[in-house]
């Protein structure tokens, strides 16, 4: 199967900065689309940013200009670079990939176990 392991979540100050990294191991054929959500407490989980194969990325309005998101396709791994944190950016963050792990199976999605990103004010 295929497991994501996100890491690099903190307890950071506003204004502050932060990267996260997700690996994809197991049977991995190809990866599609990549992708960071997040979920604060009582809230519903919401798309941070994607990253296509070849590199296109599409941003949450409100991380726009702040986070960037970036791949690295030899290593399975994709980053996120958050700058400039808000304390409203306190969330549970979650990696996503779309994985094909042969060439007859269909592309399914799976999920990291999520790393906590606390901004305090």
């Known amino acids: 199967q295929v497991q994501l392991v996100e890491s690099g979540g903190d307890l950071v100050q506003a204004g502050g900065s932060l990267r996260l990294s997700c690996a994809a191991s197991?049977?991995?054929?190809?990866?599609?689309?990549m992708g960071w959500y997040r979920q604060a407490p009582g809230k519903q989980r919401e798309l941070v940013a994607r990253?296509?194969?070849?590199?296109?990325?599409n941003y949450a309005d409100s991380v726009k200009g702040r986070f960037t998101i970036s791949r690295d396709n030899a290593k399975n791994t994709v980053y996120l670079q958050m700058d400039s944190l808000k304390p409203e950016d306190t969330a549970v963050y979650y990696c996503?990939?779309?994985?094909?792990?042969?060439?007859?199976?269909?592309?399914?999605?799976?999920w990291g176990q999520g790393t906590q990103v606390t901004v305090s004010s």
């Open positions: 197991g049977i991995i054929f190809s990866i599609n689309d």
């Open positions: 996503n990939a779309e994985v094909r792990t042969s060439i007859i199976i269909p592309l399914r999605g799976y």
């Open positions: 990253i296509t194969d070849g590199g296109s990325t």
